[in-house]
């Protein structure tokens, strides 16, 4: 953090160190499902989700991996800043099919020129140890991370929010995870529904017991033909948005509790402003809250790990 000058751990340092330069991701939508949305588990999916609220424009299931990844290098070879990219599999749990499925769309993803690597979002209980011990194998020669949607450490929420895995879960997966050579990556929401400031503190309390790398953090936001959305206009008194002030000083607090060693790859996440419901923060963008959050960090003089704590705030 020193070297960096920021007073947190920062996902584009952890990249140019360990590449050298600065590498873009390649978002995928490759049409997987949940099992919460195809009746293994649950119908519905998570209460908040809709998809589209992340898939860029050259992301297009009926296109093949190929295809989506060479448009998106296309598209960010413009600007002239990137020699090297990651295939991002994003949309829903990209886990979430047969063995031999899998390994032939990462093995497609990375035969593209360019691509020297992949990252993989999926869910705590859609992973095996087939898949687990493949992905480290391929690990030995490229940058390989796995990322975990954890959302709430809080089993209530979890149920709530129509998660269809437990806490518990998540750490069992972790367990299974740590000690490979691919990196793991841990997703939350600050703000779901039913939780109070202790709550979310003891998030980060939690979440950096995790053996993990990377960790993205992000404010709740209610997006149109979300279950959530629904639930959002009839009883809108359960839900205790943040407004981007609050939100911005509650998340300088919040990474004061975690782990000083783990890297913070995102503090926002920006849905559509045609699909966005609430909080809407105006014309606010991501760098800007960055910014502001920065210099709330030290305004307060604090920072990440400043409060570390393996101990639940009470």
């Known amino acids: 953090m020193e070297i960096t000058g920021k007073r947190y751990n920062d996902y584009g340092s952890f990249i140019k160190l ?56 296309e598209f960010f070879s413009k600007k002239g800043k990137n020699n090297k990219f990651l295939a991002y599999f994003q949309a829903y749990t990209n886990t979430y099919s047969d063995f031999e499925s899998l390994k032939a769309m990462y093995n497609e993803a ?24 493949y992905l480290n194998q391929l690990s030995k020669k490229y940058f390989i991370s796995l990322e975990f949607g954890v959302e709430s450490t809080n089993e209530n929420t979890l149920l709530n929010v129509n998660r269809c895995h437990t806490f518990e879960d998540t750490k069992a997966t972790f367990e299974k995870c740590k000690n490979k050579s691919f990196h793991l990556g841990a997703h939350i929401i600050l703000g779901l529904p039913g939780e109070n400031k202790k709550d979310l ?14 960790l993205k953090i992000h404010h709740l936001q209610i997006v149109k ?8 206009k009839r009883n809108p008194e359960n839900f205790n948005l943040f407004t981007s002030k609050k939100y911005i000083d509650f998340v300088t607090e919040f990474i004061s509790y975690l782990n000083p060693n783990i890297v913070i790859e995102r503090f926002v996440s920006e849905a559509p402003h045609d699909l ?39």
């Open 201 to 214: 503190l003891n998030h980060a309390v939690e979440v950096s017991k995790l053996p993990i790398d990377t």
């Open 110 to 133: 990375l035969k593209v020129p360019k691509v020297v690597g992949l990252v993989i979002g999926t869910r705590p209980d859609c992973i095996s140890n087939e898949i687990i011990n």
């Open 276 to 314: 966005l419901i609430a909080p809407k923060w105006g014309k606010l963008k991501n760098f800007e809250i960055v910014a502001k959050i920065d210099k709330k960090l030290k305004e307060k003089d604090t920072w990440q790990g400043k409060n570390y704590t393996l101990e639940l705030i009470k």
């Open 18 to 73: 360990h590449f050298g330069e600065r590498v873009q991701k390649i978002s995928l939508d490759i049409g997987f499902s949940c099992p919460n949305r195809d009746g293994s588990k649950g119908y519905g999916g998570c209460t908040y989700c809709n998809n589209n609220t992340f898939n860029p424009d050259y992301c297009e299931p009926q296109k093949s991996i190929k295809d989506q990844l060479e448009q998106g290098i």
């Open 225 to 232: 033909n979300s279950v959530m959305a629904i639930q959002y």
